[in-house]
């Protein structure tokens, strides 16, 4: 997991420069083109999509576990966490990825609105 997370940090951090040396190659001034937010929008697409990930991982577990769990997991709106304590061993690390890059993605998806998306 911590792999595919450098992985999708670098190639986003690489995206993001050529941005820029397009925008400044096209025009001085860059046409209109923000590449920081750009960068920060795809940051933020590649953090939601692991946290989505890892959260579906968690309900796979439950209807592994037993239908009524798996449903239960995903209509009722806290019984997720109840099933992650739970289930500590089996769901903690997914947990803990879904929560952590949910707010790196949070944090991306701030900084874009401020850089003016």
């Not at 050529?18 to 190659?25: F, G, M």
């Not at 769901?91 to 790196?104: H, K, N, Q």
Request: glycine letters at 12%; a positive charge.
């Amino acid at each position: 997991m911590l792999a595919l997370v450098l992985f999708l940090i670098v190639s986003s951090t690489g995206i993001a420069v050529v941005a820029i040396n397009v925008s400044r190659q096209i025009d001085g001034n860059g046409g209109g083109f923000n590449p920081i937010a750009t960068f920060l929008v795809l940051g933020f697409g590649a953090c939601i999509v692991i946290s989505q990930g890892a959260q579906l991982a968690v309900i796979v577990k439950a209807f592994k576990k037993d239908i009524k769990t798996g449903l239960l997991t995903m209509f009722v709106p806290f019984y997720i966490f109840y099933f992650v304590i739970k289930n500590w061993r089996e769901t903690g690390r997914l947990f803990i990825t879904a929560v952590v890059m949910g707010m790196v993605a949070g944090g991306f998806l701030a900084g874009a609105i401020s850089a003016g998306l």
